[in-house]
């Protein structure tokens, strides 16, 4: 599913297009607040009758016909007035939740809306603040993907939103880097690594992400990849991960890097991510269906590097700080010591001899508690990481490296 912010108000008389308008109410449906009373006048008297006749619980959502609205549902849902109980256990937040779970499963008459039309729920009479029901869209966007992954019946939700809400506020949600996971090809179904795709969209879901470069986005991708399995994400990956198991083998292979990466940087592209907008694109075709993504030259070398074997990529990109000589990385060190790779190593085109000079005392005491040269730390390391742990690494090298050992 598809988030697509509008500015202003919804046109009752322009719905052409939209499967389903979500309707704000009391629990009466009563027809008495801003957009609600509009919705009742449009949709005719009919929707009186097919309203229940008992009250709806908070955040209760009943599904009516469109009637004379050029929609096929209308999705009522109870709004509570704005207190300290309701914002408490976050009833509005839960109000968006329903709607988003009941429009994915809705079947009527054989029909499943795929476009749903919105008001940011709660901000008029109901006394809501704007970023509170921006708060509560989001999360119950995010859960929606989670739950229903590719299973979901909606695939489009435009939120329609006043124009007096602060720039700033809104940024926090249309520029998030989570949205890129929102729209996965239908094709795909639960195969490659469905678990992975939405744990990466939840770990990308904060605003430190916002605006992201598309290079940087890739590297984050590795980044989080190798700490969760000690191993990088490339063109022979194939690394199982229980918890991501769930409506799948859990299983990664080497199509993610191949066909997912591609795929969420066009996706960022659409959003309009890109650094450099005015990058002159290349099509990549994916060969799996028939179709291409159109990605700007940039990152041609990422997506290069992720069709590589993990010996070729680690080899090459990185080198550990060690004392004595430059010590490249191989597979074992990414599987068997993630926490060494990430604190003492750096990209091979940054280095250079700074980053290995310790002093003679330092290098002589370092090398006599490794029990080796110092010319051969390097190859002592993982040993010594697998003896006595991370943490005392660490230590030492803190305590016996100059100023000039960069780490």
């Known amino acids: ?87 408490e256990h976050n009833v509005l937040a839960q109000c968006y939740h329903n709607v988003l779970m009941t429009l994915g499963r809705t079947d009527i008459g054989g029909q499943h809306p795929e476009t749903a039309v919105m008001s940011l729920l709660g901000t008029g009479s109901a006394g809501w603040s704007y970023e509170y029901s921006l708060s509560g869209l989001w999360r119950a966007v995010i859960t929606y993907h989670r739950e229903y992954h590719s299973h979901g019946s909606l695939k489009h939700l435009y939120v329609y939103y006043p124009g007096d809400i602060r720039e700033s506020l809104l940024e926090r949600y249309t520029r998030r880097a989570s949205q890129a996971f929102f729209a996965r090809p239908e094709e795909w179904g639960v195969r490659l690594g469905s678990g992975l795709w939405y744990a990466l969209m939840e770990h990308f879901d904060h605003v430190s992400f916002n605006n992201l470069p598309m290079k940087d986005f890739i590297r984050e991708i590795q980044r989080f990849f190798q700490r969760k399995t000690g191993t990088w994400l490339c063109g022979d990956t194939q690394v199982s991960v229980p918890e991501w198991a769930k409506f799948c083998s859990g299983v990664i292979t080497p199509q993610f890097a191949n066909l997912a990466i591609p795929v969420l940087c066009s996706n960022l592209c659409k959003l309009g991510f890109p650094a450099n907008r005015d990058a002159v694109n290349f099509v990549l075709p994916v060969t799996l269906w028939e179709y291409s993504l159109t990605l700007p030259y940039e990152i041609l070398p990422e997506l290069t590097d992720l069709r590589k074997s993990a010996l070729e990529l680690t080899e090459r990109k990185r080198i550990l700080l060690v004392p004595g000589q430059p010590y490249y990385l191989t597979v074992f060190h990414y599987k068997n010591a993630p926490d060494l790779v990430r604190d003492y190593s750096l990209d091979a085109e940054e280095a250079n001899d700074s980053h290995y000079r310790l002093s003679v005392k330092a290098a002589a005491e370092l090398s006599s508690q490794l029990g080796y040269a110092p010319k051969a730390i390097g190859a002592a390391l993982c040993g010594y990481l697998k003896k006595h742990g991370g943490a005392a690494l660490e230590a030492m090298v803190r305590k016996y490296a100059s100023e000039e050992f960069h780490y």
């Open 1 to 87: 599913m598809e988030v697509h912010f509008r500015m202003g108000h919804i046109d009752l008389q322009n719905l052409k297009g939209f499967d389903v308008i979500v309707c704000p109410t009391d629990r009466s449906c009563s027809g008495s607040g801003g957009l609600d009373t509009k919705i009742h006048q449009a949709a005719g008297p009919d929707l009186k009758a097919a309203l229940p006749k008992k009250k709806l619980y908070q955040a209760e959502v009943h599904m009516t016909e469109g009637f004379q609205l050029d929609v096929d549902h209308i999705a009522h849902v109870a709004v509570p007035v704005r207190d300290e109980l309701t914002e």
